[in-house]
């Protein structure tokens, strides 16, 4: 019933009984154009009972023109931001046909900026920032979107909504929860014009991008507890590096004998590798602005090398088993060394020779 109520309307308005059987063909059927860009569309009939047609816009236009079967509508320059130019068709039995040409008319923003808190403060890890995007003078408003980026990749979309076709300023919000992988990443924001039908190499605007600094706790760049062994040839490492900002400060706790026996090891740095080897607890602490972190370093006697021993032994107990031999053949009865034991008379020379 509807179409019934809509054809009563127009007969009461213009008249004239509107076709059902609409023949207006536009090409194209719909139309985008910049603001200030120049537009041209054609209207034609497929009917041979066309008597006349035309074109009725706020621009001065093809008027009524008689014996045509299509007609076009150009305009050099659109200055206006609602076009919508009608076509129509009146039929030689008085009927008339009409449909009106949708047309977009845009503008790129004339800037697009990216504020936030601050004004690039340091943010705080775990805390949230509310950025926003503003975008000024951008028409028409509902067809724009907001794209927010990470570096090169899209975080956060926002689709922007409105009626109007004049131009705007809007701005587009974005929460931030400050995380430590943030620190030193660049945000920025776009704004882009979604068009039907598109537009070829349709340009995007986009904002200054903007590098934060996060501030976080610091963090071991190795697990935080290490059992190292004390062997034979090799030194022990402790590894205290963290990560964190402000860039962390160490101390160093050692056990109490340790204390006693170093009192010139550098107890400022992330890595130490201590000339003493003893067995014990060893704890360093990595501290900025943001908090503290402690990593325990059980330091144990490990297995011994036991080859240089065992040569050792060895080598005295043949030096043994030769002295034992040694005495059974050169060892006098009395005690004493001889090389001629065999020939030896207790008592006498072991040789003769002039008396």
């Not at 039929?91 to 047309?103: A, K, M, N």
């Not at 724009?144 to 004049?166: A, C, M, N």
Request: net charge negative.
């Amino acid at each position: 019933m509807k179409w019934l109520l809509v054809l009563s309307v127009l007969i009461s308005c213009t008249g004239t009984i509107v076709s059902l059987s609409c023949t207006v063909e536009m090409s194209p059927s719909s139309a985008v154009v910049k603001f200030g860009d120049p537009l041209s569309a054609n209207c034609s009939s497929s009917s041979n009972q066309t008597a006349s047609m035309g074109w009725e816009s706020i621009y001065k236009t093809a008027g009524l023109q008689k014996g045509v079967s299509s007609v076009l509508f150009k305009v050099d320059s659109v200055v206006n931001w609602d076009v919508g130019p009608m076509c129509f068709i009146n039929l030689h039995d008085g009927t008339q046909c009409i449909d009106s040409l949708p047309v977009t008319v845009y503008k790129m923003p004339d800037s697009v900026s990216m504020t936030r808190p601050g004004q690039l403060g340091s943010m705080i890890e775990g805390e949230t920032y509310r950025m926003r995007c503003d975008i000024v003078n951008v028409a028409p408003v509902a067809n724009v979107s907001v794209h927010w980026y990470k570096g090169d990749q899209i975080i956060y979309t926002e689709k922007r909504e409105g009626s109007t076709p004049f131009p705007d300023n809007i701005s587009s919000a974005f929460d931030l929860t400050a995380q430590r992988g943030d620190n030193g990443t660049q945000f920025w924001c776009e704004a882009k014009l979604d068009l039907s039908p598109s537009v070829p190499n349709m340009p995007t605007v986009l904002s200054e991008p903007q590098e934060v600094t996060v501030l976080y706790s610091p963090a071991f760049t190795q697990p935080e507890n290490e059992t190292l062994e004390i062997s034979d040839g090799t030194k022990i490492i402790l590894d205290c590096t963290a990560t964190g900002n402000p860039t962390p400060v160490y101390s160093w706790h050692f056990p109490h004998s340790v204390q006693r026996t170093n009192t010139k090891q550098d107890e400022s740095q992330a890595i130490l590798t201590p000339s003493f080897e003893l067995p014990g607890t060893y704890s360093c602490t990595a501290s900025n602005t943001q908090g503290t972190m402690t990593k325990y370093f059980t330091v144990v006697e490990g297995p011994r090398d036991r080859t240089t021993f065992a040569a050792l032994v060895g080598g005295f107990m043949i030096l043994g088993v030769l002295l034992l031999i040694s005495g059974l053949f050169f060892v006098t009865p009395e005690g004493t060394f001889s090389c001629n034991k065999g020939s030896y008379l207790k008592g006498q020379p072991t040789s003769s020779g002039p008396v």
